[in-house]
């Protein structure tokens, strides 16, 4: 008898453990932009970027284009800020190093392609401002000296947040990465001892701009 004890407290725990374990490889390494239906004119409409990661993180980078798609459709204003997992506030993960950047030209190589990249920035800030047209570089960036990692999870609402005056025009844009010099591409950096970046997967952004009633 005792020795079937022993057993099925072996099999509770490693039933346990095979749990945990599955709960962890249901996570994946992901960067989904939101998809949604404005309207031509509105302020204040919000655009989640939800950040999936199976790893512990120390460090992440979002390189956006926001670019006009059918009909011209486009945004007057963005406002960059932080949320769910990613607060901006004091002592939050990877809260050391925050930046938010905008850029109205390509006028640069990133470092180690042939593609051509966003640069130089034209602000640094959370504030709103105008932008200048189509296409619009977007720079979400933070990490950790000494401070919190992210730890493994899934956002629920989305860690970047891009809030845009829509334009008078009906039709749609997307929001897809990009590379902004000098070689800011999507990644994550593992806590791993030496640190290693990891490549999430992407799904773009299609915004629908409707002419709404008033």
Known sequence: MKCMRVFASTVAVTLALGSTLSAQE???????????????????????????NA?????????L???SGKGDAFVTTIKQSWGDRLP???GAALSEYLITSLYSKRECQCAGTTQTGFGPEF????????????PLGVLFTRLRMTGANLPAGKDSTGSAIMTFTIG??????????????PSNHLMYVEQVSP???VDPGFTKGVITVEACKK
């Open 195 to 197: 640190p290693r970046g």
């Open 168 to 181: 008078e025009k009906a039709g749609t844009f997307e929001i897809d990465t990009a590379c902004i010099c």
């Open 55 to 63: 790893v512990d993180i120390r460090h992440v980078t979002l390189p």
């Open 88 to 90: 901006a506030a004091k």
């Open 123 to 134: 602000a640094r800030d959370t504030l709103e401002n105008a932008v200048p047209g189509s």
């Open 65 to 67: 284009v926001v670019r």
């Open 26 to 52: 249901g996570l994946r390494n992901h960067v989904t932009v939101e998809s949604k239906t404005v309207c031509a004119g509105q302020k204040g409409a919000n655009v989640h970027v939800l950040i999936e």
